[in-house]
């Protein structure tokens, strides 16, 4: 299959993830050459139906390129199975709509939201992790328990724990009983 690549503007390139991880940005912004730009392997990106591509990796070098002044970027259609696939496609259709509910459109809007490896890895990687969890059990039981709180968000689970948001603090249902998630909320407010 011959791959799609194409140039688009970086302003119009949708976001999947909430947060980059310092450590990756500071390596890549050392190993980044802006006179090699065009040697570099092109961005993947994918439209979730909702007519606008959007990274589907390669946010921390699309991040360092713009604040390297460059303003349009070279991509390629994602066809990868993790991206096409039933469950790929639930997945990213959830990362965008987290980002479009904290206000994040483009890799710029990532700019103060740039948070160290441990604090990257429980508030991203295991915050997708628990996603995963809760498109890969039964949903309905997990929407069911969850319209005992209209106020809180969804967005994940493990065994027998549903996780919850709510105004940028995180919580766990469990047995009944609604608690703080001390981990979450400990990494959010960066006191780890």
Same mark, same amino acid.
């Given at each position: 299959m011959k791959r799609r690549i194409f140039t688009i503007g970086l302003s119009e390139l949708g976001?999947?993830?909430?947060?980059?991880?310092?450590?990756?940005v500071d390596a890549v912004d050392l190993w980044f050459d802006t006179a090699r730009a065009d040697e570099y392997?092109?961005?993947?990106?994918y439209d979730f139906g909702n007519g606008r591509f959007t990274l589907t990796d390669g946010h921390s070098r699309a991040f360092v390129m713009a604040c390297n002044g460059?303003?349009?970027?070279?991509?390629?259609?994602?066809t990868d199975e993790m991206i096409t696939s039933k469950m790929g496609q639930r997945l990213y259709k959830r990362d965008i709509e987290w980002c479009e509910r904290k206000g994040l459109?483009?890799?710029?809007?990532?700019?103060g939201r740039i948070?160290?490896? *441990?604090?990257y890895v429980?508030?991203?990687?295991?915050?997708?992790? *628990?996603?995963?969890?809760l498109f890969s059990g039964d949903i309905r039981n997990a929407r069911?328990?969850?319209?005992?709180f209209p106020d809180m968000y969804l967005?994940?689970?493990?065994?027998?724990?549903?996780y919850f948001e709510r105004n940028d603090k995180y919580y766990k249902y469990e047995n009944g009983v609604m608690t703080n998630d001390e981990l979450f909320n400990t990494a959010e407010t960066g006191d780890m």
């Open positions: 976001i999947s993830q909430l947060y980059l991880c310092k450590e990756k392997e092109p961005l993947p990106v460059f303003h349009n970027v070279r991509v390629l259609v994602d459109h483009t890799v710029a809007d990532l700019s948070i160290s490896e *441990r604090r429980i508030l991203w990687i295991e915050r997708c992790k *628990r996603l995963h969890n069911n328990a969850a319209e005992g967005y994940g689970s493990d065994k027998n724990v549903l």
